[in-house]
């Protein structure tokens, strides 16, 4: 596939996702998701720790040849009756796997590599 089709197909099941976890009657109350960190091209906005001061650099938290910046990640934020799940031992993430699976057994979360709320498409665990 060319990284154009790799990238619609993401976002494709990561929309089948949102309808799925919309739709679901979760045990736990009301699960909500949002995104963060989807591609990232532009420079990145930071703090400067040793100065204060505002700076632009290139991002520092995601690997130039990973799949954030190829468009085939994304973070996903999840609140559990409005409130947001920093945990990633969370059962939520294991549950969202294996949604996530069901729909592309290439689509998966990234609780194998303690980064659980890391979806990304054809990434190796």
């Known amino acids: 596939m060319t ?11 990561v929309c089948q996702l949102v309808t799925q976890v919309n739709q679901k009657q979760w045990t736990y ?4 998701i949002a995104f963060d960190e989807w591609t990232v091209h532009s420079k990145r906005i930071y703090i400067d720790s040793e ?7 290139i991002d520092r938290v ?8 190829r468009g085939l990640a994304v973070d996903v934020l999840v609140y559990i009756n409005g409130v947001y799940v920093s945990q990633g031992d969370h059962p939520i993430w ?3 796997d294996t ?5 592309d057994d290439k689509l998966n979360f990234g ?5 659980a709320n890391h979806l990304s498409y054809g990434e190796l665990k």
């Open 94 to 96: 294991r549950d969202l």
């Open 62 to 69: 995601h690997h130039p040849k990973g799949f954030h910046p």
């Open 29 to 32: 109350g009301k699960v909500e």
């Open 3 to 13: 990284p154009r089709e790799l990238r619609v197909l993401f976002t494709s099941l």
């Open 111 to 115: 609780n194998e590599f303690n980064d």
């Open 51 to 57: 100065t204060g001061e505002r700076r632009t650099g």
């Open 99 to 103: 949604m996530a699976h069901a729909l």
